[in-house]
Nanobody, 122 residues
Framework: QVQLVESGGGLVQTGGSLRLSCAAS????????MGWFRQAPGKGRELVAG????????YYADAVKGRFTISRDTAKNTIDLQMNSLKPEDTAVYYC???????????????WGQGTQVTVSS
């Protein structure tokens, strides 16, 4: 498994933006799809956005559609999540992981990193 490290979280006001990055530690990403998940306090972990290895296909949860954008930066070897128009309900720990078979990430095949905390104040 590729070891993944998430970064870019922080505290932001409602309507603000953050850009999260997921970097592979030790070696390059595999050819699996990648997904960004989040877990809010007292709730289960949910898929926020997914992207195929080629980047040709993406998926977004309804709650973030139109506000978040997932992308692959091949030069930096990262999977990024641009989050705009943030809302208090976006407050959560955000994680990235490898998944299959496509951008909907129905099967997680990677482990969980430490995650990065996103807090949106009202």
């Amino acid at each position: 498994q590729v070891q993944l490290v998430e970064s870019g979280g922080g505290l932001v006001q409602t309507g603000g933006s953050l850009r999260l990055s997921c970097a592979a530690s030790g070696r390059a990403f595999s050819t699996n799809s990648m997904g960004w998940f989040r877990q809010a306090p007292g709730k289960g972990r949910e898929l926020v956005a997914g992207i195929t290895w080629s980047g040709a296909s993406t998926y977004y949860a309804d709650a973030v559609k139109g506000r978040f954008t997932i992308s692959r930066d091949t030069a930096k070897n990262t999977i990024d999540l641009q989050m705009n128009s943030l809302k208090p309900e976006d407050t959560a720990v955000y994680y990235c992981t490898e998944c299959l078979p496509d951008s909907r990430c129905r099967l997680r095949v990677g482990g969980w990193g430490q995650g990065t905390q996103v807090t949106v104040s009202s």
